[in-house]
């Protein structure tokens, strides 16, 4: 362990530096002797019980008291000389030397806090459940700075369900460049599963990617994208289709990204989830334009942006369950008019397999054409181009042989569609597809184009392609 240096150790001596302020007249010269506040480095180097993490400053890559000496401001969380000791026997190490000074620099870095939070500052800071989130200086996923829960519902604050202030004397030490709070634990760097493990508002999380045996998995490099229902999501899901529990809960995770709030935008992702074939499972991220976030219509998330080491959480009200071709269809504003058609089909004698209830997923696989709002805007001009047509003057009889041109069997992949020969065999008649373009022409020679960013949207029960154009069947 290195040595503290002579001039850090008769530092606690030289506590106060005078300003001189004199005026002078006739009869007198008056002298104002005025204190100087202590900045954060001095405050630990004048206390104690805080040599070792005094050590550990000096001791670590990055130059960390010359930082800590800097205008700040700075939220310290201090660890004791025995929060050290522990956190050295843990780790098998003997002294504080033997810890990497990498490592070390960016476990003292997951202790600071570039903004000056007192207690009272953090009670406010809270949610209803007396918790929240703040941002370490330690490097995380995504080059994102790690977040650390805080817990402000005992006497003092407790920081990652691991380390609490260690007295209401020391719980407001006032620097002047920041805040020191005096902790009983030294708080290691978390990935996901920790920050879940921390909270226990995701108890029934952790124990069901525990009974899964996903949480090593979820410890891995990654990066991971997690959006982790709570422990009421949980209680309120009834799984209503039987799905396996562990393919539920990768429907959650999208493997190789850390997807930070500001970078989502609408449109489809793939999950870890899986269909029948091995397709990886879409999911249909909707931002409002007040920066809400809807996942495949059904789940908002509530808070964004937890960091890990290896990935970030967003937290949902909702368990997402195994999207059918049909949520697809419903949770898609863009695709409402497709989702209209469908229900005026249903009221005459339907023979599209795919409508129905969103769970739906009993028939299949199927692969289907979805026409787009503006698809469905053109083809009632295309009929009536007065304009005075609307879809609910169309015959559902009519409506309903329209569909069936767009819905094929099997799972086809866009990039399947050229082993299909030139000939698309729907249910409603045979089209024809320009396998060089991916382009289909109708019976009535119309071109319909795939667009190229909306295919292979996977669901349990077959893959969805959007087109830009309504197909219509050979009169």
């Known amino acids: 362990m290195k040595i503290i ?13 005078f300003a001189f302020q004199s005026c002078s007249n006739d009869d007198d010269n008056n002298t104002t002797i005025l204190p100087q506040q202590l900045d954060v480095v001095d405050t630990a180097i004048a206390t104690p019980q805080l040599s070792s993490l005094v050590a550990a400053l000096q001791a670590a890559d990055g130059d960390l008291v010359t930082l800590l000496r800097g205008s700040g401001p700075f939220t310290v969380l201090a660890p004791t000389n025995d929060a050290f000791s522990a956190f050295l026997n843990a780790n098998g190490f003997t002294q504080l030397s033997e ?7 960016q476990i003292l870095l997951n202790h600071v806090i570039s903004a000056d939070v007192s207690a009272a500052d ?21 080059n994102e700075n790690v977040s650390i829960l805080f817990d402000t519902n005992g006497a003092l604050p407790r920081f990652n ?3 609490s202030v260690v007295s209401a004397d020391l719980a ?22 920790d920050h879940a493990i921390n909270n226990d508002n995701f108890t029934s999380l ?8 996903l949480v090593s998995t979820l410890q891995g490099a990654g990066p991971f994208t997690v959006f982790a229902p709570t422990n009421d999501a949980f209680a309120g899901f009834t799984n209503p289709n039987g799905n396996a529990l562990s393919n539920i809960l990768l429907n959650h995770v999208l493997i190789g990204t850390t997807a930070i709030s500001t970078g989502l935008a609408s449109g489809y992702v793939s999950t870890g989830a899986t269909n029948a074939d091995g397709d990886a499972l879409s999911l249909y991220v909707n931002v409002g334009e007040n920066g809400s976030v809807m996942l495949n219509g059904s789940s908002m998330v509530a808070v964004t942006d937890v960091v890990g080491t290896n990935g970030v959480i967003h937290v949902v009200d909702n368990v997402i369950d195994l999207p059918s071709i049909a949520t697809f269809a419903t949770s898609n504003a863009a695709l409402g008019n497709l989702v209209a058609a469908l229900q005026l089909a249903d009221t005459g004698s339907p023979t599209v397999p795919w409508i129905g209830t969103t769970s739906d997923v009993s028939a299949g696989p199927f692969t289907v054409f979805a026409p787009t709002n503006g698809a469905f805007e053109d083809l009632l001009v295309e009929l009536d181009p007065s304009g005075s047509t609307t879809l609910g003057d169309l015959d559902p009889a009519t409506v309903d042989a329209v569909l069936l041109m767009h819905v094929a069997s099997g799972n086809v992949r866009a990039a399947d569609l050229p082993s299909l020969m030139g000939t698309i065999p729907t249910l409603g008649g045979d089209l024809s597809l320009d396998v060089n373009t991916l382009t289909i022409t109708d019976g009535l020679m119309r071109d319909i184009g795939i667009i190229a960013e909306l295919t292979d949207i996977q669901a349990m029960n077959g893959v969805v392609h959007v087109v830009d154009t309504v197909i219509r069947p050979t009169p």
């Open 99 to 105: 810890v990497p000074t990498d490592v070390l620099a």
């Open 206 to 213: 952790t124990g069901a990617l525990t009974s899964e045996n």
């Open 161 to 163: 369900n691991t380390a």
């Open 172 to 193: 407001n030490i006032s620097t002047s460049n920041g805040t020191v709070h005096v902790i009983d634990a030294v708080l290691g760097l978390p990935d996901i599963v």
């Open 5 to 17: 240096s002579k001039t850090l150790k008769i530092l606690p001596l030289l506590l106060f530096v």
């Open 122 to 142: 953090l009670v406010s800071l809270s949610g209803a459940d007396g918790k929240g989130y703040t941002r370490t200086n330690a490097s995380g996923a995504g």
